[in-house]
């Protein structure tokens, strides 16, 4: 059957099944019985509609059809009903009473296809192969009860057919009414077999289908209660069917369409506080206002009315007690429709709170990871933290469930990651931070909703995953100063050890030299002319030769060049003593503070020294400029260049770096192999970094000169 047609056919149902209705009302008024026109107007329009709709979407389910028919075939027997009691009313014909009494039993008899509906609930299809017995035999008596109303009197309504006759006698009543009986008694089991095969499509089932089942469980659950509560109160059980009946064909549609499915937890969840706290007020009442009212009457006036301060008392007691019994509900509440598990907005409430909370970061991870599980009631959850192109397992609820260390994240849609039913993404401000992962139970999805508190976890989690990397960026900063001024202070041990075996090899040696001259002079002063002059012309140039290597260690603790003409003199200077090719480029560089020109003069002399000694005869090239509040320096040679990525051999451009951090400053290299070299680095103006007042440049970090470091 196509979808069209199956359409036309379901609406034509629906339009018999509100003819039939309108019919039953007409009668109805025209007989003055107002409760038998309208009575059942809401429960078999609710089974018609829903039917009508499920049969038009969903024609391969034939619950849509099985409600459809139990619509129309009540509709039909109450059109019937009404008009044979009008025509009973208006002295009609027996026979047409007859007739009318016989189409309606045989159509009342339909009612017993919702024993199958609920065997076939929610996807018309049975539990298993096995319960088609069951199937087979609710099917065999549904035939048999229509069979026996047709053929004979056994299904007629004695208080309408005065003479109980049917006008089709082919089966004698003898046989009819025992097989009657037998069969309305057989359906009691086999209705308790239907709903036993319901539990067991709930314990076998998807979520998605248990919560299906919630929905008709629920609506019959209340339409029980109902019925229990107005045939022990009222003594009429009919008109709470009639009244809170269509509950159950509303809440199957619901289910068969999976409109807001899973807010039936919230339902169960709300009528239980309700129900719980409308119970516990009447008992108060109750026990209060009437039991010990009643105790009272005993010694007073008999039939006396309540006394009024019994019900103010009862009023004060609920109000009294009215929060801690709602707060015991909805735990109670919680628990029955969530089990041990955290509800939404417990999870997220829990998770806000402990967001405002001063957890140390190691510990802010595994409880994210914790809420999320208990949230969702994953197996496993686990919080991932965006490292570079890859994620890493930031926690993991268990502990001891981590799937493997990291995963490959280009950016852009979340990864797919072996093991899990869902990852979320979490940003901040745009920028992707980290992901949150969740691994159900075998057999279990995702549920709508615990797939809605994971994103909003997700968008919660952005602002946490923000402040822990600022955190461990901070951390990882601190500890690189630790390192970098123990690198400074053990550069600066090595620079006085050079030092002074510059001056030992050097100057010391030379100064000894001119003693020793000195004293050899000395010896022959006035005994031989020639041999003094010779002395004094030697100790002129060995003096000289002094003077010049202490004036080259002082150039290299710190040249008084760039002490009196600046930065870009002392470069240039320096650049001019190059073995090979130097261009300077220091257009509008001018006077900066002594720190900030030190470093960069010695970053400029370490490159320019690494340029020789690993790019020798290359072309270099040395550019100082001013850009928007920074002193900015780059060094470039043409030379073969080296992988960044291989360690260093030497300590150059870190001591370059720690130099320049040490000012608030930054230093970058960028090589490849064959295409040379370029050493950039910048310092703010704004850096707070201190000032010599006294005249000289102050030496502290930019008085040594740092030495080796790789640059191919």
């Known amino acids: 059957m ?25 009668f109805g008024v025209a007989n003055g019985d107002l409760m038998n026109a309208f009575a059942f107007t809401p429960l078999l329009l609710a089974f018609a509609a829903v039917g009508a709709i499920v049969a038009g979407h969903r024609p391969a389910n034939p619950i849509g059809w099985l409600f459809q028919a139990e619509g129309l075939g009540f509709a039909v027997g109450v059109a019937t009903d009404t008009f044979a009691r009008h025509a009973i009313r208006t002295g009609a014909a027996p026979s047409s009473v007859a007739w009318a009494d016989w189409l309606g039993a045989v159509l009342g008899e339909l009612g017993f296809l919702f024993v199958l509906a609920v065997l076939l609930f929610p996807d018309g299809r049975l539990p298993s192969p096995r319960w088609r017995v069951v199937a087979w035999l609710i099917i065999a008596g ?59 499509r709930y314990r076998r089932a998807t979520p998605d289908v248990r919560h299906q089942i919630k929905w008709v469980a629920y609506a019959s659950l209340l339409t029980a209660i109902a019925l229990l509560i107005s045939g022990l109160v009222l003594g009429n059980p009919l008109g709470a069917l009639l009244t809170v009946g269509p509950l159950i064909p ?87 429709v969530f089990g041990k598990r955290a509800t939404p907005y417990e999870a997220l409430s829990e998770f806000a709170g402990r967001m405002g909370g001063t957890y140390a970061t190691e510990d802010a991870l595994p409880r994210m990871a914790q809420v999320l599980a208990e949230g969702t009631g994953a197996a496993r959850a686990v919080v991932w933290l965006k490292d570079g192109a890859e994620l890493a397992v930031g926690a993991c609820w268990p502990a001891d469930g981590a799937p493997p260390g990291r995963v490959g994240f280009a950016g852009g849609a979340a990864p797919t990651i072996t093991g899990t039913n869902r990852v979320a993404l979490v940003y901040h401000q745009g920028e ?19 797939d809605k508190l994971m ?16 955190t461990q960026q901070l951390r990882a900063r601190l500890a690189e100063l630790q390192a970098s001024r123990l690198r400074i202070v053990a550069a600066a041990d090595d620079q006085r050890r050079r030092i002074e075996r510059d001056i030992h090899d050097g100057a010391q040696q030379q100064l000894l030299a001119i003693g020793a001259a000195l004293a050899l002079a000395e010896t022959v002063a006035g005994q031989d002319e020639e041999r003094e002059r010779a002395l004094v012309a030697q100790l002129k140039a060995e003096t000289s030769g002094a003077l010049e290597t202490l004036r080259e260690l002082a150039r290299g603790i710190y040249p008084p060049l760039l002490a009196d003409q600046g930065l870009a003199a002392a470069v240039s200077a320096h650049a001019n003593k190059a073995p090979g090719p130097v261009e300077v480029d220091a257009v509008g560089v001018g006077r900066y503070p002594a720190d900030l020109e030190t470093a960069i003069y010695f970053c400029c002399v370490e490159a320019l020294q690494n340029a020789a000694r690993h790019a020798p005869g290359s072309a270099v090239r040395v550019s100082l400029a001013e850009d928007e509040g920074q002193v900015v320096f780059s060094v470039t040679d ?20 720690d130099r320049l951090a040490a000012l608030g400053g930054s230093c970058q290299v960028d090589s490849s192999p064959g295409l040379g070299t370029t050493i950039a680095g910048r310092i703010g103006l704004g850096a707070p970094w201190p000032r010599d007042t006294g005249g000289a440049p102050s030496t502290g970090n930019g008085g040594a000169v740092p030495l080796g470091g790789h640059m191919g």
Do not use: C
Request: aromatic fraction near 6%; charge should be positive; avoid cysteine.
């Open 2 to 26: 196509t979808t069209v047609t199956a359409r036309w056919l379901a609406g034509s149902l629906l339009l018999l099944t509100i003819a039939a209705l309108a019919v039953s009302a007409w």
């Open 142 to 200: 549904e035939v048999l009860l229509v069979l026996m109303a047709v053929t004979s009197s056994a299904a007629l309504r004695a208080e309408i057919s005065a003479v109980r006759v049917s006008p089709v006698r082919l089966i004698p009543d003898s046989v009819a009414y025992p097989v009657v009986n037998v069969v309305q008694t057989v359906f009691l089991p086999l209705t308790v077999a239907a709903a036993v095969g319901l539990a067991v």
């Open 250 to 336: 509303v809440a199957a549609g619901i289910a068969i369409f999976k409109y807001r499915l899973y807010d039936i937890d919230v339902v169960i969840s709300k009528t239980i506080v309700y129900g719980s706290l409308a119970a516990f007020i009447t008992l108060v009442y109750v026990l209060i206002v009437v039991g010990i009212g009643s105790l009272g009457s005993g010694f007073g006036r008999a039939g006396s009315r309540p006394d009024l301060g019994l019900s103010i008392l009862a009023t004060a007691v609920v109000a009294v007690a009215f929060q801690p019994v709602r707060e015991r509900a909805q735990r109670l509440a919680n628990r029955l």
């Open 432 to 450: 992707a931070l980290g992901a949150l992962s969740v691994a159900k139970r075998p057999g279990e999805n995702l549920t709508p909703v615990e």
């Open 455 to 470: 994103s909003d976890l997700a968008a919660q989690a952005g602002l946490l995953l923000h402040n822990i990397g600022l």
């Open 638 to 657: 043409d030379g073969p260049g080296f992988d960044p990525a291989t360690p260093p051999t030497g300590t150059g451009l870190r001591n370059m770096g």
